[in-house]
């Protein structure tokens, strides 16, 4: 499980078009908000990355970038993306690796095994994770504001 003040777990995972990406990617050039979520298309994930994406703006002021993560395949995390418009990347942890390594994987939910909880993580440009919300309740979206709060404190 990651906590608050880990160094965060480096991942190599596919993207929408299955160009593999790393963790190390992003680490050292804008603060990261790395969003796991549950299901691609379901409505709670939905609202959640449409959230993401309509505050995109806010969040380059931040020097942030969104990651989101789930354990769909990388190409419905393609369709999901392109049919919202999301710019940020979209990686899928169809083996869960990640899910387990950061410790946000619901063994069942909802009939479902291996699904990842909602989840934000925020990780500074050393690579450390400054911030973390879980939720147990994949009906509950994180709060944004908190999220843009964590963000400004960031240097």
Not at 39 to 52: G, H, R
Not at 89 to 118: A, C, M, Q, T
Not at 129 to 146: G, H, I, L
């Amino acid at each position: 499980m990651v906590d608050v003040g880990d160094k965060a777990p480096d991942f190599i995972l596919p993207d929408i078009d299955l160009k593999k990406q790393s963790l190390k990617d992003y680490v050292g050039k804008k603060k990261i908000v790395l969003a796991f979520f549950p299901l691609a298309f379901s409505p709670v994930c939905t609202n959640e990355m449409c959230s993401f994406r309509d505050s995109e703006q806010q969040l380059n002021s931040l020097d942030a970038q969104v990651i989101g993560i789930s354990v769909d395949s990388p190409f419905t995390l393609k369709a999901f993306a392109e049919q919202h418009g999301f710019k940020f990347p979209s990686l899928s942890d169809f083996n869960r690796e990640v899910s387990k390594r950061y410790g946000v994987l619901h063994e069942e939910i909802l009939g479902l095994r291996g699904v990842s909880k909602r989840s934000v993580f925020i990780i500074d440009k050393d690579g450390v994770v400054r911030y973390k919300w879980v939720s147990e309740d994949p009906t509950k979206q994180p709060d944004y504001s908190a999220v843009k709060e964590a963000l400004s404190k960031l240097s």
